[in-house]
């Protein structure tokens, strides 16, 4: 089946076809999913980060409005002039008035089409992501195979969803089996980066450029704090560790003229801290909940020590691990699609009158 992603949640404005075969749906039961293939036939990101950039920030009337602007025709070149059987769109969380955007289109198309329509959780969404890696010879196993009750389980795992707006820990049981297990309460990871950079003048979005800087940084030679480690639920705190950077700018240079050099530490030695946290959770959250495997999802997956030192306790352990390629960590609408693909079940027709935008969706 072919299905139509649309996403517009925030910044960015995509759309995707994907081509889903189930190979054994004849024979697997309703609460199993085995050997899926995938094929993306059409992806299409239009970014609106240099739009937002001078702002320092996204600000929502100024992204719904170029929502507005972009959607059709980011649609029509990802469909290239096929026709869906099924679509999937966005519906939280999110900035409200940009998430109306993608949510509107496609009930439209829905009821033109009378094809089905299937609202998508975006942090779900970001979860399964991995799951489209065109390169899978560094992971295990290739694709989702088997999931409830089946032996060669890779369930319960611990997924970790660390974006611009959020930071969730969740149990997961198999697609659409999800218990939250903690979760950021104040910042998001990608919030703290992006804070961070604004107070080196580095620009936004934070993560990259950040991350490129720690490369040539020490990351022992400041002390942040690593905040929540000890607190014995899985729970995250960033705006302290905020703070303690700013404070630490002010007091070693009250002038404001950072130096390259300078820069570069502080970029490692916040990054440390954030990954420090991050890595050292979810370890705790696995061993207590004896899962099989870790997931990864969310733009801060795509920082390259974050994933390095995941993948040395991860592996130390002896568990799995799953985290999608640098071009899906970001938000796009072929992971819409494939998160469509587990919903279908509530897919309908009628959706388009009932289907309701929800800037503050919970995954569970
Ligand atoms: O998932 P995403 O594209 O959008 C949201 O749903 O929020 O995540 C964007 C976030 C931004 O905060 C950005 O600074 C961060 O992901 N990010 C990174 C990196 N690349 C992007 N954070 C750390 N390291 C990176 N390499
Ligand atoms: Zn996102």
Request: glycine share 8%; net charge positive; hydrophobic share 45%.
């Amino acid at each position: 089946m072919k299905i139509l992603g649309i996403e517009t949640s925030c910044d960015e404005t995509a759309a995707a076809l994907l081509e889903v075969a189930d190979y054994n749906s004849h024979k697997t039961k309703k609460s199993q999913i085995s050997n899926l293939k995938f094929q993306i036939l059409g992806n299409v990101v239009l970014s609106q980060v240099n739009i937002h950039k001078k702002y320092g920030g996204v600000v929502p009337e100024v992204a719904a409005r170029k929502h507005v602007e972009t959607i059709s025709p980011v649609i029509a070149e990802a469909l290239n002039g096929q026709k869906p059987d099924l679509i999937a769109v966005t519906r939280g969380p999110g900035l409200i008035t940009s998430l109306q955007v993608g949510l509107q289109t496609a009930k439209t198309l829905s009821y033109v089409w009378d094809v089905p329509l299937v609202g998508v959780n975006h942090l779900e969404a970001h979860l399964w992501s991995y799951l489209l890696n065109q390169d899978t010879s560094h992971k295990l196993p290739a694709r989702l195979v088997v999931v409830a009750g089946g032996q060669d389980t890779l369930f319960p795992a611990i997924g970790l969803i660390i974006s611009g707006g959020h930071t969730e820990m969740i149990l997961v049981k198999g697609p659409g089996t999800y218990r939250l297990i903690g979760r950021t309460r104040d910042d998001a990871a990608g919030e703290a980066f992006d804070k961070v950079a604004k107070m080196l003048n580095l620009g936004y979005p934070g993560g990259p450029v950040i991350a490129h800087f720690a490369k040539k940084g020490n990351s022992s030679q400041i002390n942040f704090p690593r905040p929540m480690m000890e607190s014995g639920d899985f729970d995250f705190s960033f705006s302290g560790l905020k703070t303690a950077v700013k404070y630490q700018l002010n007091d070693m240079v009250p002038t404001g003229n950072f130096s390259q050099a300078f820069i570069n530490d502080v970029c490692a030695s916040f990054q440390q801290a954030v990954i420090d946290v991050l890595v050292g959770k979810t370890i705790k959250a696995a061993v207590k909940h004896k899962a099989k495997s870790v997931i990864l999802g969310g733009g801060v997956s795509a920082n390259e020590m974050l994933i390095a030192d995941f993948q040395s306790s991860i592996f130390n352990l002896g568990l799995a691990f799953y985290y999608p390629e640098k071009w899906l960590t970001g938000d796009n609408a072929a992971m819409i699609a494939l998160t469509g693909y587990f919903k279908q079940k509530s897919a309908r027709k009628n959706n388009w009158r009932k289907l309701i935008a929800e800037a503050n969706l919970s995954i569970v």
